[in-house]
T-cell receptor, first 116, second 114 residues
Framework: NAGVTQTPKFQVLKTGQSMTLQCAQDMNHEYMSWYRQDPGMGLRLIHY???????DQGEVPNGYNVSRSTTEDFPLRLLSAAPSQTSVYFC???????????????FGEGSRLTVL | AQSVTQLDSHVSVSEGTPVLLRCNYSSSYSPSLFWYVQHPNKGLQLLLKYTSAATLVKGINGFEAEFKKSETSFHLTKPSAHMSDAAEYFC????????????FGAGTRLFVKA
């Protein structure tokens, strides 16, 4: 009964380093997305995917890359970390698509990233 | 494009008194609307959702929300607050057009006093 699993839960990087946040879901959901949460700004959509091989940009995509090679996995890559990317990152998935929009999102527990 | 405004960043109530968390939305198309709750150091959990059925929506833990199209509002209420309700609450909107973006408000932190 895992749901959405994110790793790592905590990470500290130096400016310019790269890393990948992992996200896996075991609910066979077609839709997956990444959000960042910053104080006073709620959750902002970074990238999303509506199925394997299909990704698109959200509200704040700059500095992040994604890929979707399988239904289960949706990693988020930071190619050259910056202090402005210090945040809590959430992965979410949903089974509802097309005319009903994204439907209910199921969230992981978050990954807290600090960039020095 | 859709957007969400949560009108209060913080709300403080006494235990046993009513809760009102306010949310206004903007959407070009028929929207789905959601309320999520986040407890400290946890992910978000769905409280309730509106998807063009009944305008009064009941959720978990005694919460409910009413969709008012004329006012573009989706306020969250609970008749009697409990200490365990203290958390951050997020209103969100998704457009029912095959759009795949759920957009969140900035959040309202609810404090419950004994």
């Amino acid at each position: 009964n895992a749901g959405v699993t994110q790793t790592p839960k905590f990470q500290v990087l130096k400016t310019g380093q790269s890393m990948t946040l992992q996200c896996a879901q075991d609910m066979n959901h077609e839709y997956m997305s990444w959000y960042r949460q910053d104080p006073g700004m709620g959750l902002r959509l970074i990238h999303y995917s509506v199925g394997a091989g299909i990704t698109d940009q959200g509200e704040v995509p700059n500095g992040y890359n994604v890929s979707r090679s399988t239904t289960e996995d949706f990693p988020l890559r930071l190619l050259s970390a910056a202090p402005s990317q210090t945040s809590v990152y959430f992965c979410a998935s949903s089974e509802e698509l097309i005319w009903r929009g994204t439907g209910e999102l199921f969230f992981g527990e978050g990954s807290r990233l600090t960039v020095l | 494009a859709q957007s969400v405004t949560q009108l209060d960043s913080h709300v403080s109530v006494s235990e046993g008194t009513p809760v009102l968390l306010r949310c206004n939305y903007s959407s070009s198309y028929s929207p789905s609307l959601f309320w999520y709750v986040q407890h400290p150091n946890k992910g978000l959990q769905l409280l309730l959702k509106y998807t063009s059925a009944a305008t009064l929506v009941k959720g978990i833990n005694g919460f409910e929300a009413e969709f008012k199209k004329s006012e573009t509002s989706f306020h969250l209420t609970k008749p009697s607050a409990h200490m365990s309700d203290a958390a951050e609450y997020f209103c969100a909107v998704s457009e029912n057009t095959g759009g795949f973006k759920t957009i969140f408000g900035a959040g309202t932190r609810l404090f419950v006093k004994a």
